[in-house]
Nanobody
Framework: QVQLVESGGGLVQAGGSLRLSCAASGSIFRSNTMAWYRQAPGKQRELVASVTIIGSTNYADFVKGRFTISRDNAKNTVYLQMNSLKPEDTAVYYC??????????????WGQGTQVTVSS
């Protein structure tokens, strides 16, 4: 059974920082590239960043230089450090194994997500 539990979201002013965490079940975490996705109201779910099992990372252009993804394989946990936040970063953030850049949510199991709201 896939279990994904995201945490760490909240309300922050523009320019601020948040650190998101995602605890994943071993079955989904151990051998997969993990990723953070986000979905803003009325918009498609989109890839934010991904990290391979050996720590290689990839970022969407809109977060490069501001966000950092990492993983702790001993804890089955993936993190997203978000700095220099902008109002347009406001969204619900989800973690999952990498399932493409713009996945169809109904095709996969997801956690509850964590809300990030950035005020201007």
């Amino acid at each position: 059974q896939v279990q994904l539990v995201e945490s760490g979201g909240g309300l922050v002013q523009a320019g601020g920082s948040l650190r998101l965490s995602c605890a994943a079940s071993g079955s989904i975490f151990r051998s997969n590239t993990m990723a953070w996705y986000r979905q803003a109201p009325g918009k498609q779910r989109e890839l934010v960043a991904s990290v391979t099992i050996i720590g290689s990372t990839n970022y969407a252009d809109f977060v490069k230089g501001r966000f950092t993804i990492s993983r702790d394989n001993a804890k089955n946990t993936v993190y997203l450090q978000m700095n220099s936040l902008k109002p347009e970063d406001t969204a619900v953030y989800y973690c999952n194994q990498f399932v493409g850049t713009k996945p169809t949510p109904s095709r996969y199991s997801w956690g509850q997500g964590t809300q990030v709201t950035v005020s201007s």
